[in-house]
């Protein structure tokens, strides 16, 4: 009876690790990633934060030690694994040196400008999520990486939902969504860049709560729990950054306070911004970026706010960046936020300047809101009340910006093709020749559009 009660005891104390996630780090020195951030989470904190990692599942002896940190009750945890192989499978497991988590596994970045597939997409939640992630479960093996354009999990929506109305859920929540990624984001790293839903806690128990206030604004959260290549490549915290991968330059922006004007400049619901000069070091960014042209020919931009939508322009976004996409010949600029999705033709100055994807040297805009979260059951509803209201209208036509606004005052010219009655997410083949993005409907895996751009 002793025994058994000091059992449960040690079981009570034992850390348990969750939510196991990993993102790009390193620099080889000739500009791709040589590592790999391995991030979980404890509700208390550990003596050590320790992944100990080896080529096979039976010798994972290399050990590397990290850092925790708490900014509300529970413990993130990040530890870089440096000078790695690449394009190698690793075997790894996350601990406290004492205990450790099951064993896991990743590749790391190819050799080179070596073919790369990644997934994309904005606006993934815990609620509606469920057929994007069973999608991504099952073709797991052919996706090398993820990049998420803001608005991760929704947990600040989570009042909205039976139970959470004034029960404080909004960490609870951020940690299921995080869980619920677990089986993906463990072995494929996770890209991520701050949506409005980052911003901050606006529960009824957060806003009543001083503390919880103060605690949970100006993307705390979303800063503790991840660790992207900022130090890696001069971004800051997970609001910017940029990372080099096989043909790919990815440039990852914060399109809610990062420039002049942006939608959450200052405040969401409660005060944030003041990240620092995100435009210098986006030209700065760029300028190295097109050195390296002949080795990485693809340079993809993603934020979460869409500078082109339902034909209608952000006028102060395209003020503040579109300068510099038609500088640098930036490919491609996906976004998310609204709930749908939208293949643009390459736009410049809100003119369609060209219909077609062979070497058009300016970019074209691609945005995919819509792999599934709690507010997107009241998109679908409006669409239906649309196509009623204008029989004859051609759904793959319409943009869910224009609900807002007059359908025929819109310039809908640079839309090519657009879905807003299913969840999807983009897949893109990347080369040195061409890049290939298939928008994928996550229920039925079928290839709803298609588009090559080549050089
Ligand atoms: C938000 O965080 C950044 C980085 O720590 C800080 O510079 C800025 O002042 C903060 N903004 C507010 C409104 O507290
Ligand atoms: C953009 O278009 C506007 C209106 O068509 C025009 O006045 C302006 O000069 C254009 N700007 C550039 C940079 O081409």
New binding site residues.
């Given amino acids: 009876m002793k025994l058994l009660l000091l059992g449960a005891c040690i079981a009570a104390v034992t850390a348990e690790y969750t939510q196991i996630h990993i993102a790009l780090a390193g620099d080889d020195g000739s500009g791709n990633s040589n590592g790999m951030a391995v991030s979980w989470q404890t509700e208390e904190d550990t003596p050590t934060t320790v992944v100990k990692f080896g080529l096979s599942p039976d010798d994972m002896s290399m050990v590397e030690t990290g850092t925790s940190s708490t900014y509300y009750s529970t413990y993130d945890h990040h530890t870089v694994l440096e000078d790695l192989a690449p394009d190698t499978k690793y075997f790894y497991s996350v601990g406290d040196g004492e205990t450790f988590s099951d064993t896991l596994q990743f590749t790391t970045s190819p050799e080179g400008g070596d073919s790369v597939t990644f997934a994309v997409w904005g606006d993934l939640g815990l609620v509606n999520g469920d057929s994007t992630r069973e999608y991504l479960v099952q073709n797991k093996e052919d996706i090398d990486l993820i990049f998420h354009l803001g608005d991760v999990g929704y947990a600040d929506d989570s009042f909205l939902h039976l139970g959470c109305m004034l029960r404080f859920c909004y960490e609870e929540k951020f940690n299921e969504y995080m869980e619920s990624m677990q089986p993906i984001v463990s072995e494929i790293p996770y890209h991520v860049m701050p949506g409005n839903h980052e911003a901050d806690c606006h529960d009824p128990a957060c806003l009543f709560s001083a503390e919880r206030r103060d605690k949970l604004s100006?993307f705390t959260a979303y800063n503790s729990r991840f660790r992207m290549p900022s130090e890696e490549s001069g971004g800051v915290m997970n609001m910017w950054h940029s990372f080099n991968y096989g043909p790919v330059h990815f440039v990852a922006l914060d399109l809610e306070t990062g420039f002049p004007g942006a939608a959450e400049e200052k405040r969401y619901v409660l005060?944030?911004?003041?990240?620092g000069d995100q435009l210098t070091w986006l030209r700065e960014d760029l300028e190295e970026a097109v050195k390296h042209r002949e080795e990485r020919p693809w340079i993809v931009l993603g934020g979460h706010h869409p500078m082109y939508n339902g034909g209608m322009v952000d006028p102060k976004m395209a003020a503040a960046i579109e300068p510099l996409l038609a500088e640098f010949g930036v490919d491609v600029f996906f976004t998310g936020h609204v709930h749908s999705y939208e293949r643009d033709w390459p736009v410049l100055n809100s003119t369609t300047v060209v219909k077609s994807y062979s070497n058009p040297g300016i970019p074209t805009h691609v945005m995919i809101g819509g792999p599934g979260n709690d507010e997107m059951t009241g998109a679908q509803r409006r669409m239906e009340e649309l196509l009623e209201q204008h029989p004859g209208l051609d759904p793959s036509r319409v943009s869910t910006q224009a609900w807002f606004d007059s359908l025929e005052e819109v310039n809908r010219d640079m839309i090519a093709v657009t879905d807003m009655t299913h969840f999807g997410i983009g897949i893109v083949k990347a080369d040195m020749e061409s890049f290939n993005m298939q928008y994928v409907q996550t229920t039925s895996g079928e290839v709803f559009d298609e588009f090559t751009l080549t050089k």
Avoid: A, E, L, R
């Fill in positions: 100006n005060k944030c911004g003041g990240f």
